[in-house]
């Protein structure tokens, strides 16, 4: 009898696992056997970030207009490891959002050609997606046979500084190196040290390094000299140039002393509720509003504080190849090659760049919309100013994030984070760097 | 011989037995297989398989997203030794096990025998034991506040009047030792927990005993506690180079605020993180990656064996 409900007992659990697997594969088929008028969307957004509330109301409104049932997932940042698998497996989302890196990660050829969604209209207004975006907007996006991602928002970096504390850089924003090095000069004689920086964070301290190559250069400057399997490619008149006006401002003390010491984001915040005697920081567009988030969890008057205002990099001389380039990395809806509704997803995207609703990027997100016609947030009117007036964009490393991500960890931080320790000079940084190329192209 | 010819005898009887045996025996034979297969198809489903699919990944260059995997044989382990980070991690990984090693035990040992002379021994044990129950991501951060320019351990010695020694404790240049140290501060409660109830057994007469005998603590140590404790220290042994390879959360939290670790505090671990889906850009090398993991995992298997084999004794009963 005892031997009976025994194996009764393991009968039931052997059919409960079995329905647990069918109901997993159940999952699945559902999945895939989706009615025409749906959408899924797993968002790189989390809930209650401003840019997941611009979205829901778009996506709630989309709904209601089109009768697309939509189903969104708030996944945040790590979305792409959820993604991944679903597009080795074959069943992935209908949309998807990302920088530009989506298109090494989730790789170009698993994602939409987008060519026919930037020709179709925006509703409501007599222009296409692609008229929407201006010119180097569209070639950040667009790869050899047409574009994979629809920018709805863009990320960049600036020089900023806080109007209340050094209202005459508002007047007098220096325009190349040399009245640069002169306003540090006077902010250090009035006993300041005027640069913030978190030197802990390599990519801060690179920065400025990819600002200076990046005016002198232009684009491509350091993606060239890291794709030279030789290592010779760090000695251009270019990098000579760029590399020593950083050495300038390394030596110059202009940095807080212990800055590559603390850790992120002590000198930012430092810098923002001025506790530290710093007056600028090279930083991204997302500056304002996470100075902003954390002044306020510390109850303070952000805006009786602090009024954020960034000016351009300035010109390292009159060589200058890169005059006029600006950072600015796409953020931006991508549609799976196997999504099962492609249409609708189609559909949202023109939908989302109309400026009725790119508009809450703006005003919900706080951040920066893609399209320059729809007015920015104050705090990024100088940063939205370069975006429009710009000759070219450049990514983060100038594209190598993407592009040779061994070698940004390896070779590049490394040697950066080496060069803002004073540990060498501007010839011993191209060195380094060359030598480290040459190593790393020997063995990848 | 004898066993051969004897083999086919001996096997009637168990046969026998297998189609036999009493009517519960037949009912918990019939029962077995239902029981374990479940739990046999999640380990070999969820452990087993992904494992020998990680060996293989390590032969070929895969970007682990639907891309074609390439085969390229031993390729990604010649290019792991080649690789200067990775050199790097694994030297960081050995000198963990090694000197944390030494370090974690000594003070284990002398902690649990100091304690167990005071009266309030249980109650500071159980303090020491309390950095194992924080997460370890947490630890790593707080100390890294402790360490920062102006944080306790520099305002301490500046108020020593030892001002000169005060330090960047977090730059590439120091960030290695300060994971040695915190590494030691932070295993040795688990540890001593673990030691301190194996020479808390020990009677107190063999103490006395060696006393009498004229020996003084360090030989009641290495006569008294040492061979009392083996079994217990040999166990211990093989956690801790099984931990030490696996080091990951304490110190990523240590270094990382949202960046790479400088590769001055890298270990293997990070390495095969950031060589995969981690680190800020993540490189997606999950060939080289893999090969990195097939590594540590030979390398654990091959210390524990050497370290079981060199610290075999016969157990003392006591």
Redesign the interface.
């Known amino acids: 009898m005892r031997i009976t409900r025994l194996r009764a007992v393991s009968g039931a659990l052997a059919l409960a696992l079995g329905a647990v697997g069918l109901a997993g594969c159940g999952g699945a088929k559902d999945a895939k056997s989706g009615a025409a008028g749906k959408l899924v969307y797993w968002s790189m957004w989390t809930e209650g970030e401003g840019q997941q509330k611009a979205i829901k109301a778009a996506l709630d409104s989309f709904s209601a207009e089109t009768g697309i049932q939509v189903d969104a997932q708030w996944v945040g940042r790590e979305v792409g490891k959820q993604v991944i698998p679903r597009l080795t497996a074959g069943n992935p989302p209908d949309l998807v959002d990302g920088g530009t890196d989506l298109l090494t990660s989730y790789g170009s050829a698993n994602l939409q050609n987008l060519t026919d969604v930037y020709k179709s209209e925006i509703p409501g207004e007599n222009i296409t997606v692609g008229d929407s975006l201006i010119k180097p907007m569209l070639k950040e996006v667009s790869g050899t046979d047409g574009p994979r991602l629809a920018p709805y928002s863009l990320v960049g970096s600036s020089v900023w500084y806080n109007q209340k504390v050094t209202p005459e850089l508002s007047l007098h924003p220096p325009k190349t190196w040399a009245e640069f090095i002169k306003a540090l000069d006077k902010l250090k004689a009035a006993g300041r040290t005027p640069v913030a920086l978190d030197g802990d964070i390599a990519d801060y301290d690179a920065y400025w390094v990819l600002w200076a190559l990046m005016r002198t250069g232009g684009p491509g400057t350091i993606a060239n000299a890291a794709k030279d399997p030789s290592g010779q490619g760090f000695e251009t008149p270019a990098w000579k140039r760029g590399t020593e006006a950083i050495q300038q401002l390394i030596k110059g003390g202009y940095f807080p002393p212990g800055f590559n010491g603390t850790k992120f984001p002590t000198q930012q915040s430092a810098w923002a509720d001025q506790t530290s005697k710093t007056d600028l920081i090279l930083m991204g567009s997302w500056l304002p509003t996470e100075a902003t988030t954390s002044l306020t969890s510390q109850h303070k008057d952000v805006r009786k504080l602090i009024e954020f205002r960034s000016f351009p990099f300035p010109a390292i001389s009159d060589q200058d190849k890169g005059t006029g380039v600006v950072d600015a990395g796409p953020i931006g809806f991508a549609v799976p090659q196997k999504a099962l509704h492609k249409e609708a997803a189609d559909k949202f995207i023109a939908y989302f760049l109309a400026k009725k609703q790119l508009s809450r990027i703006a005003t919900v997100a706080k951040s920066m919309p893609a399209r320059t016609d729809v007015t920015p947030p104050p705090d990024l009117a100088g940063y939205a100013k370069e975006f429009a007036n710009a000759t070219a964009f450049f990514g983060t490393n100038d594209g190598l994030y993407n592009t040779m991500p061994k070698w940004v960890t390896d070779v590049w931080q490394p040697a950066v984070v080496a060069f803002f320790e004073g540990k060498t000079d501007a010839a011993g940084f191209r060195a380094d760097l060359a030598k480290r190329t040459a190593d790393y192209h020997k063995n990848n | 011989m004898s066993r051969v010819m004897a083999s086919p005898a001996g096997l009637a009887p168990r046969a026998r037995v297998r189609s036999g045996g009493s009517?519960?025996e037949q009912?918990?034979r019939?029962?077995y297989w239902?029981?374990i297969?479940?739990a046999l198809l999640f380990y070999v489903g969820f452990f087993v398989v992904p494992a020998l699919y990680g060996v293989w990944v390590s032969f070929v260059k895969w970007?682990?997203?639907?891309?074609p995997q390439v085969f390229v044989g031993f390729g990604n382990y010649r290019?792991m030794w080649?690789?200067?980070?990775f050199r790097m991690a694994f030297t960081n990984t050995i000198t963990i096990l090694i000197v944390c090693g030494v370090g974690v035990f000594a003070c284990s040992f002398l902690i649990s025998s100091i304690l167990r002379e005071l009266k309030l021994g249980p109650v500071l044990r159980t303090i020491m034991f309390v950095p194992h129950l924080l997460s370890p991501i947490a630890v790593g951060i707080g100390l890294?506040?402790l360490l920062?320019?102006?944080g306790l351990l520099n305002a301490t010695l500046r108020l020593a009047g030892l001002g000169s020694a005060a330090?960047?404790?977090?730059?590439?240049?120091w960030i290695f030792k300060m994971i040695l140290i915190a590494t030691i501060w932070g295993s040795t409660g688990y540890y001593v927990m673990l030691m301190a109830s194996a020479i808390g057994r020990i009677p107190g007469y063999y103490y006395e005993q060696a006393a009498l005998d004229g020996a003084g603590r360090f030989r009641a140590f290495l006569h008294v506690t040492l061979p009392l404790t083996w079994d217990l220290v040999s166990v211990t042994a093989v956690l801790w180079m099984i931990s030490a390879i696996r080091i990951f959360e304490f110190v990523y939290g240590l270094v990382g605020?949202?960046?790479?670790p400088?590769?001055q505090a890298r270990t293997m671990t990070i390495e095969v993180f950031?060589?995969t889906?981690g680190?800020?850009?993540?490189?997606?090398?999950m060939g080289l990656g893999s090969a990195m993991a097939v590594v540590m995992v030979l390398m654990t298997l091959v210390l524990v064996v050497a370290v079981r084999r060199f610290m075999r004794r016969e157990a003392l009963e006591f």
């Open positions: 009517p519960a009912g918990r019939k029962i239902p029981f297969t479940p970007r682990g997203m639907g891309d290019r080649r690789d200067e980070s890294g506040l920062s320019p102006d330090q960047l404790w977090l730059t590439p240049d605020t949202g960046a790479n400088p590769p950031l060589t889906t680190g800020a850009p993540a490189q997606y090398d």
